[in-house]
């Protein structure tokens, strides 16, 4: 948590933004595993946590903006919760260290919430994502899940305020950046021929765990860096083998950090791995370099795809005109997502509350294949925190379908890409902080250039 003063002004901005009404705001409960007393990890909702910075299950929150109120509701632990979970502070005295000073056991806030539906007040709460979200506003205000589409002032308005990153969350976010960063310098350093991909795994599961954080995300580590999210961790690694892996380190803070990295499983990359290592070095540092405050990060996307595309071309993969290629959607065959994302509280930060919100400002996105998953569009501003993701990969149902449909034969030449149907996926990634001038990387460095590897194997 950080001081009661920061959440005091977090709601004292949210409330003058939005102006009148009642904000609704859902904490997340435990949530079984196989049996309701065997739990998943508890994990609170990011937007629960910026406002109130309570990481307890069973609280849900009201700011009533009409009536000047700040509750929190959720019931006092009782002598069988003490036995099993020991000594904590009362919810009065969790409350007080973030500024509440008025609590209710929880059964109240559904009368509190008729209450103001009978003055007529208007009741903000932000898209639901999980069951139980779901349940308690069908059961609170009867409103059926197909219709909890969220209200859009709260939306635009928490989004206006998490998309800034403080100082002090800067501090929390390069922290989890410089733990995550550890965990790919251990992974590439203990990556042999011979090992199994949940054996590397473990190696960054335990840097994880030594400092004191979760893992942000389920750690993508594989020989298969075709399929982009592959969780699956029980190939044996060969010689010959990439191994991709995308992995980051979450805070008790809840803040995190998200960073990729390619490593040659033999201690050098072939002829072949590095001429396209260095193509997706090359879209990495000449998106790193775009980096400014005002560009759009869509643009940046742009000419990472197009840095590829006259990669390609000297590999005899693609031809024609690059603007061209990218703007049609040719590029996406190798590159079929995004740039990146912004990052915070959440891995992807705020994504439960929509890319139209986030990072479109409510534009609308393309719908063409690739460019419809670049989550990050609008221009850059100072306090933005976001990833920098650029990938090449080779997907051999992707390339089939395409080639049957001889798709983009203008850009393609799918004989030559035949070659490299078994070759795999290569993608890089790094955390940057938009500041007044530029733009700085977040984080320790990992290792970048094929040199830079090659020297850790």
């Given at each position: 948590m950080f001081t009661k003063e920061t959440y005091v002004q977090r709601r004292a901005q949210l409330k003058k933004t939005i102006g009148s009404g009642v904000l609704l705001f859902l904490g997340n409960d435990e949530q079984g595993l196989n049996y309701e007393d065997n739990t998943f990890r508890y994990r609170q909702d990011s937007t629960f946590l910026y406002y109130f910075g309570l990481s307890f299950a069973g609280l849900s929150a009201i700011i009533d903006i009409d009536e000047d109120k700040e509750i929190i509701f959720g019931d006092e632990l009782t002598i069988d919760h003490i036995v099993w979970m020991g000594t904590q502070p009362t919810l009065h005295e969790k409350a007080s260290a973030v500024g509440i000073s008025e609590t209710r056991p929880f059964a109240d806030i559904v009368s509190y919430l008729h209450k103001v539906v009978q003055m007529g007040q208007t009741i903000h709460y932000l898209p639901p994502y999980r069951a139980e979200h779901k349940l308690k506003l069908m059961d609170w205000l009867g409103v059926p899940p197909a219709r909890q589409e969220g209200s859009v002032p709260f939306i635009r308005a928490v989004v206006a305020q998490r998309n800034y990153k403080s100082a002090e969350e800067i501090v929390e976010i390069e922290k989890a950046c410089d733990v995550t960063a550890d965990m790919h310098i251990t992974a590439m350093k203990v990556l042999r021929p011979g090992m199994y991909e949940y054996e590397v795994v473990a190696e960054m599961s335990r840097i994880a765990e030594m400092n004191n954080c979760e893992l942000s995300f389920a750690t993508i580590a594989?020989?298969?860096?075709?399929?982009?999210?592959?969780?699956?961790?029980?190939?044996?690694?060969?010689?010959?083998?990439?191994?991709?892996?995308?992995?980051?380190?979450?805070?008790?803070?809840?803040?995190?950090?998200?960073?990729?990295?390619?490593?040659?499983?033999?201690?050098?990359?072939?002829?072949?791995?590095?001429?396209?290592?260095?193509?997706?070095?090359?879209?990495?540092?000449?998106?790193?370099?775009?980096?400014?405050?005002?560009?759009?990060?869509?643009k940046v996307y742009e000419l990472s795809a197009q840095v590829m595309v006259e990669g390609l071309k000297e590999l005899g993969l693609m031809k024609g005109n690059a603007e061209d290629a990218v703007r049609e959607g040719a590029h996406a065959l190798f590159y079929p997502h995004g740039l990146g994302h912004m990052m915070g509280l959440d891995v992807h930060d705020m994504e439960n509350l929509g890319e139209l919100w986030v990072g479109y400002d409510g534009q609308p996105k393309s719908t063409q294949f690739g460019r419809k998953s670049q989550r990050l569009a609008i221009p850059l501003e100072p306090g933005f925190v976001f990833t920098v993701e650029p990938g090449i990969y080779f997907i051999p149902e992707l390339i089939d379908l395409w080639k049957g449909e001889k798709k983009f034969a203008d850009f393609i030449n799918y004989d030559k890409v035949e070659e490299y149907r078994d070759f795999g996926g290569i993608r890089n990634e790094e955390d940057y902080l938009v500041t007044e001038t530029g733009a700085r990387r977040l984080g320790k460095k990992i290792p970048l250039t094929p040199e830079e590897v090659e020297a850790l194997r």
């Open positions: 594989t020989i298969n860096g075709q399929t982009l999210h592959n969780h699956y961790h029980g190939n044996e690694v060969k010689p010959g083998d990439l191994f991709l892996i995308d992995a980051g380190a979450e805070l008790p803070s809840g803040y995190c950090g998200d960073m990729s990295s390619t490593v040659p499983a033999d201690k050098t990359f072939t002829s072949r791995q590095r001429a396209v290592y260095e193509i997706q070095n090359a879209m990495h540092l000449e998106a790193v370099k775009a980096l400014c405050p005002g560009i759009p990060y869509m």
